[in-house]
T-cell receptor
C-alpha cells in the first residue's frame, strides 16, 4: 500500500517567493496533519484536518501560512511570502480516526524547504 | 512553551547494552504517550505507546515506562542494536474527544556503537 506522499522532497527558493507543498494522505484515512521540524522546537503541529475540514490551525505561525484540503486525497501548505526562518522540514501525516483516536500517525518522507 | 521535553539531544550506547531515552511533560491533561523513531530522510514511524492507566508497556526489545506523578516517561531498548540508531521523538495527547493533536518533543539522537 502506498504511504503518505509528499512533494517536492526538496525546495530551494529565494526570500519573498511563494512556496507550495503538497500531500496525498493514505487512502481511507480521514485525518491529515501538517508538522514542521526544526532543531530548536522539534516537531510542531501547524494544522490538522478531519474529513477535509480544518480542526485546529493554532500552530500556523502567521498569516503567511495557509493550508487547504479540497478533497480527501490532497492537501497543500502554502507560504507566501517565504522567509529564511521558514527553512525547515515539513511533514504531512495522516490517520484513520476511530472515536477517541489513538494518535498513531503515518508520516510522509517530508519536504525540506530552504529559503535563501 | 515546550509541553513535552527531551532534555538529551543525543545519546551513545554500546551495542548489546541498554538504551534509556527520557521524556518529561508539563501538561497534566496528557493521558496517552507515544514514541516515534525517525531515520534520516524519512518520516517518523510509530514505535510504541502507553496509556496513562498503565505504568509499563512492553513490545519485544522496547519498553516504555510512565511515572505520572513525576510527569516522566522513558523508553528502554534492550539489547541495543545498530539498526536502532535514529532520532526518537516522544509525543503526548490529551483526552479531548475529537482532538487528535500529538505534541512532540525535540527528539533524542541515539547512536549505537558496534
Amino acid at each position: 500500500d502506498a504511504g503518505v506522499i509528499q512533494s517536492p522532497r526538496h525546495e530551494v527558493t529565494e526570500m519573498g517567493q511563494e512556496v507550495t507543498l503538497r500531500c496525498k494522505p493514505i487512502s481511507g484515512h480521514n485525518s491529515l496533519f501538517w508538522y514542521r521540524q526544526t532543531m530548536m522546537r522539534g516537531l510542531e503541529l501547524l494544522i490538522y484536518f478531519n474529513n477535509n475540514v480544518p480542526i485546529d490551525d493554532s500552530g500556523m505561525p502567521e498569516d503567511r501560512f495557509s493550508a487547504k484540503m479540497p478533497n480527501a486525497s490532497f492537501s497543500t501548505l502554502k507560504i507566501q511570502p517565504s522567509e529564511p526562518r521558514d527553512s525547515a522540514v515539513y511533514f504531512c501525516a495522516s490517520s484513520r480516526r476511530t472515536g477517541r483516536g489513538t494518535g498513531e500517525l503515518f508520516f510522509g518522507e517530508g519536504s525540506r524547504l530552504t529559503v535563501l | 512553551d515546550q509541553q513535552v521535553k527531551q532534555n538529551s539531544p543525543s545519546l551513545s550506547v554500546q551495542e548489546g547494552r541498554i538504551s534509556i531515552l527520557n521524556c518529561d511533560y508539563t501538561n497534566s491533561m496528557f493521558d496517552y504517550f507515544l514514541w516515534y523513531k525517525k531515520y534520516p530522510a524519512e518520516g517518523p514511524t510509530f514505535l510504541i505507546s502507553i496509556s496513562s492507566i498503565k505504568d509499563k508497556n512492553e513490545d519485544g526489545r522496547f519498553t516504555v515506562f510512565l511515572n505520572k506523578s513525576a510527569k516522566h516517561l522513558s523508553l528502554h531498548i534492550v539489547p541495543s542494536q545498530p539498526g536502532d540508531s535514529a532520532v526518537y521523538f516522544c509525543a503526548a495527547s490529551a483526552p479531548d474527544i475529537g482532538n487528535e493533536k500529538l505534541t512532540f518533543g525535540t527528539g533524542t539522537r541515539l547512536t549505537i556503537i558496534p
